[in-house]
């Protein structure tokens, strides 16, 4: 039996991992929570799962626990916004509590980054730290420290592509609370051909791969490492074209298409004028580079389990639109 150090359990993808880790394992698990309130688990379903109520910020009040007793931390906790905040519990907390940790009782630090970080050869990519808004900017500044940790190598970094997930039961993903905004334009958006790729997953792979992580602390990509010097893991299902995403998303509504208009980036720039649509710098950048797109993205199905949502037509059958 392990005892497992989690953040951010209040959250979309927290809840899915919490909840697989209660429903699968006997593991003891330690949950930090800023309100209890939020979480939609069941925490007595079995014994020992211990609600922490606290923050980030007060990290420190759990020095003993951290020192003593825990074998796996995962790190899911994020500030979103506020310059002061985000640096503060994104970077300052977060590798205050790596470093709280025992190197000879802990075996495996799971520290969530975002795949908005990386390039297309899974190296840093300068511009988010440039024009990256707060959270993603602080996210590069963390995982550019990791290597300098002293149980670097006990550190996986995992970088979801875009999530979605939630139910009922369940905070939804950003995305997922607003993917019926985009289906309702579909009548419209079908016309239109536009030059981009992306990566997506839903909560609960995502909580598959950390199980197994949690259960496999042994484990290491196969693959070259990353320069930083800390293990890394790009979550996602493989990636597809937005014209591809859009023609399953048309399909899955029994809508035809006949033709489509070519959205070359010289006519959006006319229409962002036109209708002077306000873009910071990290949309500018987004909207140029276009192909969000990384190597060797993992999902439940690379460790030999079964996935819970491979395409864009389970995506909308599961979310119920």
Known sequence: ??????????????HYMTEALIQNTNHELYL?????????IDCQARPG???????????EDYSDLLLKDINVAIL???????????????????LALINLLNPKICERVIYFSTASILDRNNQLLLPASQFGHDYIRTKYQCFSQLNKQAIADKIIAVFPT?????????????????????TKWIGLIRWFSLDGSFHFIHGRDIASVISYLVENPEFSPQ???DSSGVDCLVLGNPAISVDQAIAEITNYFNKKVYFRIPLYIWLTNIMIKIFRIQMDSWSRFSLDYRHFTYHNPVTPASFGMQNYCSTVQELMKISGV
């Open 1 to 14: 039996m392990k005892r497992i150090f989690i953040t951010g359990a209040s959250g979309c993808i927290g």
């Open 32 to 40: 930090l929570v800023r309100n209890p309130d939020k979480l939609q």
């Open 49 to 59: 799962i211990h609600i922490l109520v606290g923050d980030m910020s007060r990290i």
């Open 76 to 94: 899911a906790a994020t500030a979103w916004g506020g310059r002061g905040e985000t640096y503060d519990i994104n970077v300052v907390k977060t």
């Open 162 to 182: 875009l999530v979605f997930g939630g139910d009922e039961t369940k905070p939804y993903s950003h995305l997922s609370a607003g993917i019926t905004d985009v």
């Open 223 to 225: 693959s070259e490492p």
